[in-house]
């Protein structure tokens, strides 16, 4: 089993819509959790972390986390073509960071 | 306030050679960490260093090493260089290591091996 798992993708959304990004993890004892965006040929950029239970918003975007399901999601509400990129969950552990996949996300005008 | 800046941008190297990369953290931060990312494994711990200890190491061959300097400067070298190696190598800085802590990536070296 992966350390951390994400919805594959790509995931497809027309302008202005709200795109939905999922993530597990398998260590019950993580405590901090990262959404980054990466566009193509880019580094990574933090957007969004999250350490405790509940809903966290910032913006167009909210994170959600649950720590009994082991699951955190992403929320971008009216989703921009600027939003198309690829998203990496990631959860911290021993002073690393362990990555999902990533979801790739395009946004259609 | 600067980013994490990460020299070179780009490196293109033959099978055997060895190879040292650089990144500066963002001023004040004093925990520096490593991932190799590469089309088939995404993005890959490598190791984490903070005031010149390393804390945690990554399933790696030993030909990867880094270091970490008094300015919290972190260098890592890759020996014996592999068509694998090819990769986005990224370094990610932190105020310090461990929990809550927010990791912020440089922009990346470009590793090409011939």
């Known amino acids: 089993q992966k350390e951390v798992e994400q919805n594959s993708g790509p995931l497809s959304v027309p302008e202005g819509a709200i795109a939905s990004l999922n993530c597990t993890y398998s260590d019950r004892g993580s405590q901090s959790f990262f959404w980054y965006r990466q566009y193509s040929g880019k580094s990574p950029e933090l957007i969004m972390s999250?350490?405790?239970?509940g809903d966290k918003e910032d913006g167009r975007f909210t994170a959600q986390l649950n720590k009994a399901s082991q699951y955190v999601s992403l929320l971008i509400r009216d989703s921009q073509p600027s939003d198309s990129a690829t998203y990496l969950c990631?959860?911290?552990?021993?002073?690393?960071?362990?990555f999902g996949a990533g979801t790739t996300v395009t946004v259609r005008a | 306030k600067a980013g994490v800046t990460q020299t070179p941008r780009y490196l293109i190297k033959t099978r055997g050679q060895q190879v040292t990369l650089s990144c500066s953290p963002i001023?004040?931060?004093?925990?520096v960490s490593w991932y190799q990312q590469t089309p088939g494994q995404g993005l890959q711990f490598l190791f984490e260093y903070f005031s010149e200890t390393q804390r945690n190491k990554g399933n790696f061959p030993g030909r990867f090493s880094g270091r970490q300097f008094s300015n919290s400067r972190s260098e890592m070298n890759v020996s014996t260089l592999e068509l694998g190696d090819s990769a986005l190598y990224l370094c990610?800085?932190?105020?310090?290591?461990?929990?809550?802590?927010?990791?912020?990536f440089g922009q990346g070296t470009r590793l090409t091996v011939v």
């Open positions: 990631a959860v911290e552990n021993d002073y690393k960071l362990s």
């Open positions: 001023s004040g931060h004093r925990s």
């Open positions: 990610a800085s932190s105020f310090s290591p461990g929990v809550n802590t927010e990791a912020f």
């Open positions: 999250i350490y405790s239970n």
